[in-house]
């Protein structure tokens, strides 16, 4: 019974699929020598069946990241801290209401700026059609808030 048990355990450790993912030798080499191991501890304790011993070589598995969940007062601190640290506005005149042009004093340049830099912290571009009228921080979280799908 062990060596049955020895020669399927070794059958399942080359053919398995989770030694090709493997995209480094020493990696594989790792897990055949826990193959090994495990097969020189099975003549010890009770064999197990082949399920138990599938489970023991693990599968590879992917884990994908996720944006944390974004909500209209988060984009504000966002988007008014961005606006902060661009040095042609100044950080006494800054609210959500202020308009670039006539209370901070920008130009088109320093508006096509700010709105790169906004398209940079939230990874989305914004055409230009739309960008022409984002011309208040209120203006752009409301802008970012559709484009997220947030609805408060």
Do not use: W
């Amino acid at each position: 019974m062990a060596s049955l048990l020895a020669k399927s355990f070794r059958a399942v450790c080359r053919n398995s699929s989770s030694l090709r993912s493997f995209s480094t030798r020493p990696l594989a080499v790792t897990l055949v020598n826990r193959c090994s191991d495990i097969l020189q501890n099975s003549s010890q304790s009770k064999p197990g069946s082949l399920i138990d011993i599938q489970r023991l070589v693990s599968p590879q598995q992917r884990s994908y990241s996720s944006k944390p969940p974004l909500t209209l007062q988060l984009i504000g601190e966002r988007v008014l801290l961005v606006l902060k640290l661009y040095d042609k506005i100044s950080p006494e005149k800054l609210t959500l209401n202020s308009h670039f042009i006539n209370d901070l004093g920008l130009d088109s340049l320093d508006h096509v700026e700010v709105i790169m830099a906004m398209e940079d912290e939230f990874g989305f571009e914004i055409p230009d059609a739309d960008a022409e009228k984002l011309l208040r921080p209120a203006d752009i979280v409301r802008y970012v808030g559709d484009k997220e799908d947030i609805y408060e």
